[in-house]
């Protein structure tokens, strides 16, 4: 079975950031978020007056750092920092992430109506990753236009794609993934959603389910996208649309080469900090 996963589906980074906390600093905290924002830091939080928590890449040394804070090295608290989808986005703490008119947010946060809440887990899908947000602006776009009976979604990770696609108003949704811990997530987060009798989780890749789909979402990586093309475009229904994502903007042309040779139509390409997401509509 072709790995179609989120769990692992990014190499680790090339630079992997550690986390800075100074407490009781005495500074000036917006002209010290400049500085540290100068010297590359990849998220600042202010959680209590004169403490500042910092994300810095390996390439800045924690006496860079402490001569920005004006303080002696030995008075910062260091940590390893924790990476978010797995560990391709770094950030502090989770918080709402807003893709058109969907709001997602941390299970534990207050939210308005309609938000997406998702638990903080291992599984890949909180909205913060390129890929993801390509699939969610792609799918709020086609449920504009057309709003499909149904999608799948081949990956689901956390499940975020099925269920933002419930959340803006399709009946139902499909999603597969092959990762048992994501399958609990995604359970959990549709229930947490109220919207678990909508959703069908099933272990497996596309030839674990029978039956088309108007529309299609697969975020995974290039080289399962590729392999599993013969299953996948099973999948697809009457003119229906497929949306693959999860790949590097050096490689989109690969992608669409292996469903194209399989009958698909090209129809554009989203792209966002170098990742593409390919959006293709069948021709049966």
Known sequence: MTNISRSGRHTVPLSVPYRVDLHNAGVDVPDTIDALVALGALDIDSPRQGSIAVLMPDRVTPAQVAAVLGVEPGALSLSPATGR??????????????????????????????????????????????????????????????????????????????????MLGVPRASALDIDDEALAVATENARLNGIETRLQLTRGGPDAVAGTWPLVLANVLPAPLIEMAPALVKRIGHQGLLVLSGIPASVERDVAGAYRRLGMHYVRTKSRSGWAAVIMRASW
């Open 85 to 166: 989808d797995d560990g391709s986005v770094w950030i502090l703490r989770s918080g709402p992430v807003h893709i058109g008119r969907l709001s997602i947010v941390p299970a534990h946060a207050e939210a308005e109506p309609g938000a997406l809440r998702l638990v903080d887990a291992n599984a890949f899908g909180s909205g913060l990753h390129p890929t993801t947000r390509l699939c969610l602006e792609t799918l709020e776009e086609e449920v504009v236009l057309a709003p499909p009976a149904a999608v799948l979604d081949v990956g689901t990770g956390s499940g975020i794609l099925a269920l933002a696609a419930l």
